[in-house]
Every structure is written in C-alpha cells, then in structure tokens.
C-alpha cells in the first residue's frame, strides 16, 4: 500500500518509521524499508516529505542521515530526464530547488555531505540555465553574519562547484565557470576576508565560534581550488595580492585550542593548512609567472612546517600536501636553482625524505589491525595521500634535474640501512625503508595498471631483486616470519614485473605460491595474490601471455587450493584479491582447470550463499561471478548437455535465491550468468528458464536501469534458443513494448536496438510483420527529437540487419509507406553522411550487407531513387577503405581484460567481461567477405541492369580503383 501520497503528519510519520527500518541491522527489515521507499519515489510529494525530515527540529539526527542518503538516491536515479516520461513533477522539482540553500545551511555535517551529492547531481543537470536564483540565493546569505549558516552555503557552493576538478574541459564549462565568477567571485573574496578577520579577531576561549570561522575558511580554501582548477581566472589574478598573503598568514597561524588530542585525527586547522598547500601547489604548477613573487615566501613556510611537525598520523594529509608543494617547485626549470646547492639537497633528503619513508608504530598497526586499509593506501593507490607516498614523488621530482646527486646521497643511505639489518634481523624497518627508497629512486614513470613503465638507468633493478629482495621470500617454512619484508619483496615484483625477465619471474612463481599460505598475515596473502595476478597479464610482444598455462600447470593445484584457503581466513572470507586471482587463473588455465572443478563449485556456491545474505563487496561479487562464468563455459564446453544441467542444479537454485529475495546488488549478475547458461545449453531449455520468461517482461523490473542491459541479454538469449515459446501469445506483443519503451531512452536505446535486431535474426517475419510499420514510426519519432550519434549508428545497423535478413524491398516500401519519399531523405541524411560512423566488424558487415542488398536486390530503390544509386556505392566503398572512427569495444572475453577498462562500470550494473558472449555474425558462412559479395552481387545485377556499368564508371577513378581491387580478388573481370 502507498502511503506518502499526502502531506500530512501521518505521512511523515510513516516516512520516519521506514527511513528508521533502513538503519536495521537485520537484513530482511532493511530491505523491506528499502523497497518500501523505492516504490513510493514516484509519488508526487515525495521529495518534499524527505525534505520536511531533514528540515525539521523536532526528528533524530540519525533519521535525518538516513533521510538524506534516500534523497541522494532519489535524486540519482530520477532527476537526469532520459526520456519523455519525467518522474519528478515539475513542481516538485521547482520546489527542490527552493529548499536547497535553507536545507544546506541548517543541517548537520554528516548530512551535508549525502545532501550535497544530491545538490552536485541536481546542479549537473539544471544549474545555471534551470537554477537562476542558486548564486543570488547564496550570495545573500554571505551577508547574514551567522557562521553557521555561512558554512552550509559554503558546503552548497562546495558540492556545486568541485565538479570543475574532474570535468573535461569544453565550451559548456567554461560559460558555466564564467557565470559564477561573474557573480560569485567578488562576493567570494570579500567574504573571505570577512571570515579572516573574524577568525583572527576571535576570543580563544569563544571555541564553538572561532571553530565555526576555521570550518568557514577552510570550505573557501577548497572552492578557490575548483574555481582556479581549470585556469586562473582574473577574478583571482586581479586579487591575488589579497589571497596569497592571506593563505600565507593562516600557514603562520598557531591556535592551540583547535588541536584535537587523537593522534589520529586532524583537526580544521591542520585540514585548512593542507587545502592551502594543494592550492599553491596547483599555482605552482599551472601558474608559476603569476605565483613567482608570493612563491619565496611559501617555501619558506612550508620548509619550516615540514621540519617541525612530528610523525603523528594526524598530520599525514598536512606533510603529504606540503610535499608535494615541494615536489612542484622542485620539477619547474625557474625554480631549479632553489635546489643547486648540495646542502640543501641533502637536507632535503634528510630531513624530508628519510624521515617521512620510515614504517612508523602507526603503520604497523595498520599492518596488522586493518590489512584492508594498509593495502588501499599502499598498493592501490587510493585518495588518501600517504607520507610514503609523497616523498617518493619528491624523490621524482628533485631527480628530474638532480638525478646523479640524489641517487649518490640515497645510495649512502640505503647500504647503511641494509647493513643495519644484516647484523641485527631485529632492525627490519631499516630494511623495509631501504627497499622503499631504492624502490622511488628506480621508478621513472609508471600507471596504475602496467607498473613501472620506465626505470632510471643509476638503478639496476634485477640485481636489486637478486641480491637484497627476493631473500625475504626465499624461505616458505616460515611464511609469518617478518611479513612487512614478504609484503615489501612480493610489492617489488609488482612495481617491476615489466622490468624482470620471464627466468626471474619463473623462478618466482614458487615462493610467491607459497605465500598464498601466509595465513596470520592478510596483507601478505593479499599480496601474493595481487603479484600472481599482475603476472598473469603479463604480455610478450606478439601479445600472448608471458606466463602461459604450461609454466601454470605444475602450480595449478597449489593454486587453487591455496586461493581456496585464503576466504577461510578471519577478514579476508571476501577478499577481493584472492578472488580476482583465482579468476585470473581459471582464464589462464581453461580447460586446464577442469580437475579442480568440484573444489571450485564448493567454493563458489558457500560464497554465493554468503553474499546472498550480505552483500556489501561489490569487486568481490563482481570478481565471483566472472569466475563463475569462465566454470560455466570451461565446465559445460566439453561435457555437453549433461555437465549443463549439472551446473544448473547446482545455481539455479541459488539464483532463485537472488530472485525471490529481489537482491539489487546480484541480480545483473545472475541475469548475465543465465543468459551464458542458456547459451551453453544446447538442449531444451530447463523450465526454470521458461517459468522466468513471464517476469522479465513485467514493467516494474524496468525501473531499475541496472536491470536493463543484463535482461536485455538474457532475453536476445531466449529469442535466439526459445523461438517457438517466444512466438506464443503476447510475448513478441510484450517485447515490443519492451522496444517502444527504451528506444525512448538516451541512455538505453542501443539496448532497444540490440533487442530488435535479435528479433528480425530469429523470429519468422510473419510474427514481426503487422508491428512493422509502428516500429519504424517510433525510430524516425525518436530520431527527430534527439538525433544522437549512438542512436544514428544503431538505426543503420538495424536497416542494414532488416534489409540483409527480411530484404531491402520490405525495409524501403516500409520506410515510404509512412511518407512518400521518406526514403530518399534517410540515404541523403543518415546513408550519405553518417555511415563512416559505423564501429566495429561485426555491426560493419551487418550494415555492408545491407546497403549491397539496397544497391543489387532492390528493384523500387532502382527504380524510384536511380539518382541516389552511385552515391551509396561510393558511400559504401568509402566505409570500407577510410579510417573509421573509434568507438567503445564490447565485452571480447579477454584475459587481458580488467574491471579498470569498463567504461560502463556501474554500482547497478558491471558488464561481466568473461560471461557475454561475443557479438554474433548473422550472415556467417553466407558472406565470408563483404567486399568480395559487393563485387559479386554488382556483377549479379550488372546482368540484368546495363546501365549499372555506365554508372560505376561514373564514379570517382580512386573509387574505380577500391571496387576494381574487390573484382579482382572475386575473381572477376571488372
């Protein structure tokens, strides 16, 4: 039953309750307030209950959290218009936009910060065109004198604006950016020098305001960063003389009474001063001439912090951001001659350096209390800036023009820190931080997902490896023995694992096996597995893996059953890692894998059973399923039926699970994993398949667009096994509606083509042929409205596909038949000027065969539009030879494939690159050749048309020359 239909008290009654039943730890409650919520979004009013919650005095704060994040989703999944059916009134929307400052300026931090995701999505879509009064709004609280309510606008204008720091840069943007400087920014810089002041002048002992005052500068510090992000405006160049000087006074300033006594929390001033050290860090970079005169003064200030502030983890982001001012000066040739000197190079090195690379007590706790975080921070690269982190990118940066001397005062450093290891083992953190260096210094450039790309010839890392790493995993008895040394080799052969030749990796592959076993230590086994996985994408020059399954084979079992042991370990049942490694392996191994099979079933349905009931990792669900779909296809590949149906007994179940338990998390996953078992499935079809046709055409599993690709899939998978089941009753009524609805849709009306396409491949026209006409109309009523450039390519493949299987005579009187002539205008509009746009093999033969059936089999196209005849032949002879433009690769069941290459990577829905099948080639074995069957078909018709002869020797001779090179291959005479 609907209730939030009104507004009244009762609503927002029962809204509180449900909002309060999503905080429930019990899974079941939760998900039953979740659906709750969802199924009443669309109700007008909605947004202004939710907006009552968090605007009202009287309601717990945890409710209101909880009220902001629904808005976030709410807003997430309904305010982007993708279509003509809009699910927020416009009132509602109007009235939205009208609460957002007076929401903002009252809330807590903590819903402020999921409030303003809202109000950054919100702003995407409408600001400024849509939201005129947002900046006038804003800019009036400024004046209001209440800090409080400053900082929430503050936060609106956060959230609004560091968009900027990530967009690309356009025309759009800047005459966005220009909007708000115009308006924005002299009310800005006057409002910072007004919260200065206040701050300077501030009673020490009045805590709750001068706290207020440094929350206030702070936001201003990051708003001036996304505001001077893209390019100096000279809205700020023209006050720089009161900006710099400013930022350089709160890096002066000493308050006590903002500390915070955890040694492991920031407090604002420590935050203030890191934002100012990144902004003058991105003006030292993009702006250096106009930063010059204010940059000596800098130095100094951040020279002084570094060497003053202590090791505490408090202080990391500070010391990490005040590097890396460091770093940027160091790097520009004007400022090089900062560093000439030896004595301050080395007591940079010394005093910076050294001291911030050391594995400190903090670091070990880490290590050992919270092995997620310690590897996110050290080998993933995540957005917390390390010290470690930040010194090696010093070490970089002063390299760039001082590499021999740095290299000569770190050598020193490091063969007295190993020294001090080889006499006493006890000293490992002296090894650990020797390695660390030799590590910064031997890395010239890398990425994320190669490695090291390029080493500093000073630094022979293979030898480094021989000689002082691989030691620490030499020795597999004691696998918990020193493990940051173990996490620090196996590290070093991922940072490197370009630069070791395919003997040394080999010879590795044993220990780094083994340390799947370490089991007292998550960061080791973790490490293990990342390292075995990195190694395992590894490419020779021809492309191939340099790890192939034969140098696997040996390991294979000690493998499988150490990845298998490691999800039995405390903290890492869903480890993430190991999971992306065992798919890796099973990739590698294919059919190789098979003795394992049971030990990999076992596993895989425990783990399906544990997420089924929690899910909460969303890489290791999505690493779990891939791994499921390379057993499925390597499995039921050489078993046949049978191994199918085994399969099948064994997760259907589970899927059924999914299903009746409605788990958003899981279900594109299991739609895709369903869509590979049917496939495979070569036989009938088992009737849970046939009892789940009926519930992917139900509209309510269309809301959720993180549904839409994986059941597209599934059902283009029912059409091409089930034919005859899907010709039955309303089905193809029922799929054509499916069409109608999301070929409406920016975002998925590819996904409506794929769907069509599947259709006109495996049904009999005569179950198509009265919905015909309305399809087109639909196409030609979309194209007017937005005529997108993925939307023009879906079209022509779809004509290419209708005319190649049904036949170009029913596509062109279709097309006429809604307007006479209309024909003419789609080979002038989209034919002739759109069809270099179509990407990829497959969709370009399918469109090839088409215009070749237009061109040869066509006898109204020959007839009705001869004077268009020799321009499709040369558009056609044209998308074979010239360069066609990129567009995004499908899903290719790629070993070398990776989570990180998904462009369409959602929270809702991530494509399974080892489940979805390759595009298929509807005219396989009918065309092997597409230039070849043009020559053929044209010599076909040339036959029963003469003037065809005189109109190719019409058109252009390098086209004559293209089209004389097909004849030539067909063995024809041209």
Same mark, same amino acid.
């Given at each position: ?295 000596? &003064? /800098?130095? %100094? +200030? =951040? ?7 202590? !090791? ?5 982001? $500070?010391? #990490?951001?005040?590097? &890396? /001012?460091? %770093? +940027? =000066? ?7 001659? !900062? ?5 301050? $190079?080395? #007591?940079?090195?010394? &005093? ?623």
């Amino acid at each position: 039953i609907l209730l939030l239909n009104r507004m009244d008290t009762n609503a927002l009654a029962v809204l509180c309750k449900e909002l309060e039943r999503t905080l429930s730890p019990d899974y079941t409650v939760r998900k039953s307030a979740e659906d709750f919520l969802y199924k009443n979004e669309t109700q007008p009013g909605y947004s202004r209950l939710l907006l009552a919650v968090l605007s009202s005095s009287q309601i717990d704060e945890n409710i209101k959290l909880a009220a902001s994040i629904t808005f976030k989703n709410f807003v997430k999944r309904n305010w982007k218009l993708d279509s003509d059916t809009d699910r927020i009134s416009s009132e509602d929307r109007e009235f939205v936009k009208s609460e957002v400052v007076s929401v903002m300026s009252t809330s807590p931090s903590k819903v402020q910060k999921q409030f303003g995701e809202a109000v950054s999505i919100i702003g995407l879509e409408d600001f400024p065109q849509n939201w005129p009064n947002l900046m006038p709004d804003m800019i009036a609280q400024f004046r209001s004198g209440n800090f409080s309510v400053i900082n929430g606008i503050l936060q609106t204008a956060h959230s609004l604006f560091r968009k900027y720091r990530y967009e690309t840069k356009s025309e759009k943007l800047w005459t966005e950016i220009k909007h708000v400087l115009v308006t924005f920014a002299i009310p800005f810089t006057e409002l910072f020098v007004e919260v200065h002041n206040a701050a300077m002048n501030c009673p020490v002992d009045n805590l709750g305001l001068l706290t207020d005052t440094y929350k206030c500068l702070l936001l201003i510090a990051k708003i001036f960063y996304s505001l001077n992000y893209q390019d100096i405006p000279e809205e700020f160049e023209d006050r720089l003389a009161i900006w710099m000087p400013t930022f350089w006074q709160l890096l002066e300033v000493k308050q006590p009474s903002l500390d915070t006594t955890s040694d492991e929390e920031a407090g604002i001033l420590e935050q203030l001063k890191s934002q100012i050290c990144d902004n003058i860090t991105t003006y030292a970079t993009l702006y250096d001439e106009e930063f010059g005169k204010y940059l000596p &003064q /800098f130095v %100094t +200030s =951040v020279w002084q912090l570094l060497v003053s502030t202590d !090791l505490k983890p408090k202080y990391d982001n $500070l010391v #990490s951001f005040a590097m &890396q /001012f460091i %770093t +940027s =000066v160091s790097e520009k040739a004007p400022f090089k001659g !900062l560093f000439e000197e030896e004595k301050v $190079l080395r #007591s940079i090195c010394e &005093q910076v350096v050294i001291v911030n690379i050391q594995f400190r007590p903090s670091d070990e706790e880490l290590f050992e209390m919270n092995p997620e975080e310690y590897i996110r921070r050290d080998i993933e690269g995540s957005d917390v800036d390390t010290r470690r982190r930040s010194a090696c990118d010093l070490v970089k940066g002063l390299c760039k023009f001082f590499e021999a001397e740095v290299t000569g005062i770190f050598s020193q450093y490091v063969s007295v820190m190993i020294g001090e290891y080889t006499a006493d083992e006890s000293k490992w953190k002296s090894k650990d931080a020797a390695v660390y260096l030799v590590t910064c210094l031997a890395a010239k450039t890398s990425t994320r997902d190669k490695g090291t790309t390029q080493t500093r010839e000073l630094v022979n890392v293979v030898d480094f490896f021989h000689n002082v790493v691989s030691k620490d995993i030499a020795d597999t008895t004691r696998l918990d023995h020193l493990p940051v040394l173990r996490a620090d080799a196996l590290k070093y052969i991922i940072t490197f694992r370009n630069h070791l030749p395919k003997d040394v990796i080999i010879q590795a592959l044993p220990a780094i096996v083994a340390h799947l076993g370490a089991k007292d230590s998550q960061v080791v086994h973790s490490y293990a597995a990342i390292c075995l996985e990195k190694l395992l994408l590894l490419k020779t020059p021809e492309g191939t893996t340099l790890v192939t399954a034969a140098d696997l084979q040996p390991l294979s079992a000690a493998i499988i059953s150490g990845l298998c042991a490691i999800f039995q370990e405390s903290g890492s049942e869903e480890n993430e890692y190991a999971m992306k490694c065992l798919m890796r392996t099973c990739s590698l191994l294919q059919g190789s894998v098979l003795p394992y099979m049971a030990q990999l079933i076992e596993l895989l349905t425990k783990k399906l059973n544990d997420i089924i009931a929690n899910p909460k990792n969303p890489h290791f669900i999505h690493y779990l399923f891939e791994t499921l779909a390379i057993c499925t296809k390597a499995y039921c590949s050489v078993g046949g039926s049978n191994t199918v149906a085994h399969f099948e007994a064994v997760f259907l179940p589970l899927f059924e699970q999914i299903l009746t338990k409605d788990i958003l998390e899981l279900l594109p996953y299991m739609f895709q994993t369903l869509t590979l078992m049917m496939e495979m499935n070569k036989g009938q079809a088992p009737e849970f398949y046939m009892s789940l046709f009926p519930f992917l055409l139900r509209a309510e599993l269309w809301d959720r667009q993180g549904n839409i690709p994986a059941v597209i899939g599934l059902l283009r998978a029912y059409i091409r096994n089930c034919t005859s089941a899907v010709c039955e009753g309303e089905s193809v009524k029922n799929l054509l509606g499916i069409f109608q609805r999301l070929v409406n849709s920016k975002a998925n009306d590819h996904l409506a083509f794929k769907l069509m396409n599947s259709l006109v491949e495996s049904l009999p026209y005569v179950a198509l042929e009265q919905y015909m006409p309305l399809i087109f109309q639909l196409i030609f009523q979309r194209m007017s409205k937005s005529k997108t450039t993925k939307l023009v390519k879906s079209t022509l493949v779809f004509f290419g596909l209708f005319a190649g299987k049904v036949g170009a005579q029913h596509l062109v009187n279709l097309i006429d038949g809604l307007q006479a002539g209309m024909f003419g205008m789609v080979v002038d509009s989209l034919i002739l000027k759109e069809s270099q746009k179509i990407t990829g093999s497959i969709d370009k033969k399918i469109y090839s065969v088409g215009l070749i059936k237009i061109l040869t089999d066509c006898p109204v196209f020959w007839t009705k539009y001869n004077n268009k005849w020799t321009s499709v032949l040369e558009a056609l002879i044209a998308m074979f030879e010239l360069p066609e433009e990129k567009g995004p690769v499908e899903g290719s069941n790629d070993h070398f494939a990776d989570i990180e290459d998904l462009s369409g990577y959602q929270n809702a829905y991530c494509q399974l690159m080892f489940g979805v099948p390759l595009n298929t080639d509807p005219f396989a074995g009918q065309v092997p050749n597409t230039k070849v069957y043009l020559a053929q078909c044209l010599q076909k018709f040339s036959l029963q048309a003469q003037e065809v002869a005189s109109l190719i020797s019409g058109i252009s001779p390098q086209t004559q020359e293209y089209l004389k090179s097909y004849y030539k291959t067909a063995n024809i005479a041209f």
